[in-house]
């Protein structure tokens, strides 16, 4: 099954790339897969805003045009920006195309606690792990001439809380959890116990959702800014890592005004951090 869309404002490789996700890759230039909601997509670009999706057109409604949020107009969001802001034009001229994803919410909880100082890779190879060791197996979709071959030959579904129930501390620091496995399983249990419900934590204002992130053992300002960033869709939001604080202490005097974008702030973070992380990188 193939889905074809016309999309502006979409760039899937440079989404990979922005570290909002750790299960979503570039395979090449022109296509890139995902791995979320028990589903493997991959899409490849067909050249002037045009996109092969490999889901059905059911899928593509009900999942993917959600998690991409497609149905936002970034064009009028970065309109907003200030003009004489020089480099956060740049940055958004570099990131042109990214948006942000709308994660599961159990999935960006436990990823964003694995990814407590540590590199991309290795918060990537954890979480792999993890659903190698508790999720199910994803049988792949039937791929047609637009698609690329798959990275690796077996994908695994992120696994629920259910299924990580009986997770031990010793399975854990098996994929290289460390420190993080106690705050895993506090989650876990948090989420097992009802303590954590998604459904209500959709339905709290910014602040309350925050104190209720930050109640949880292990989460900080920045995780708890994360996850409400990349599973909550709290775009205004405006996590600080060290990429950010660079930022701040190189081009805004130490700190970014969020106040200027109170609604979109987030979004202008992913903008910063992709086009620091990457530019800096191609010097």
């Keep these: 099954m193939t889905v074809i869309k016309q999309i502006d404002f979409f760039d ?5 790339l922005s570290g909002q996700a750790f299960r979503i890759h570039p395979i090449d230039e022109t296509h890139t897969e995902t791995v979320a909601f028990g589903r493997y997509l991959q899409i490849a670009s067909l050249g002037n805003d045009r996109y092969a999706f490999s889901c059905s057109e059911e899928d593509f409604d009900k999942i993917w045009s959600s998690y991409f949020d497609l149905d936002t107009n970034y064009k009028s969001i970065v309109d907003t920006v200030d003009s004489t802001d020089s480099y956060l034009q740049s940055a958004i001229n570099y ?9 599961d919410a159990f999935e960006a909880t436990i990823s964003y606690i694995i990814s407590q100082r540590r590199s991309i890779p290795s918060i990537t190879t954890c979480v792999d792990r993890l659903s190698e060791l508790k999720g199910k197996k994803i049988v792949l979709p039937e791929l ?3 698609f690329a071959k798959p990275l690796k030959k077996e994908y695994y579904s992120f696994p629920t809380y259910e299924e990580l129930k009986d997770i031990t501390s010793d399975e854990l620091n098996s994929i290289g959890a ?3 496995t106690a ?8 989420f097992m116990s009802g303590k954590l419900d998604t459904a209500q934590m959709h339905s709290c204002k910014d602040e309350q959702l925050y104190e209720v992130l930050t109640s949880m053992y292990g989460v900080g300002a920045k995780v708890a800014n994360c996850i409400m ?12 890592d060290v990429w950010v604080q660079r930022i701040q202490d190189k081009y805004y005097g130490g700190s970014f005004d969020c106040s200027l974008y109170p609604d979109t702030a987030g979004i202008m973070q992913q903008f910063m951090f992709f086009y620091e ?7």
């Design 277 to 283: 992380r990457l530019e800096e990188s191609h010097k």
């Design 229 to 240: 960033l990349f599973a909550f869709h709290r775009t205004g939001r405006f996590p600080i």
């Design 183 to 190: 705050y895993i399983m506090a989650a876990v249990n948090d």
């Design 95 to 103: 990131g042109y195309g990214i948006r942000i994803l709308k994660q």
């Design 178 to 180: 460390g420190y993080r």
């Design 144 to 146: 047609d001439e637009h």
């Design 12 to 16: 899937p490789n440079k989404i990979a």
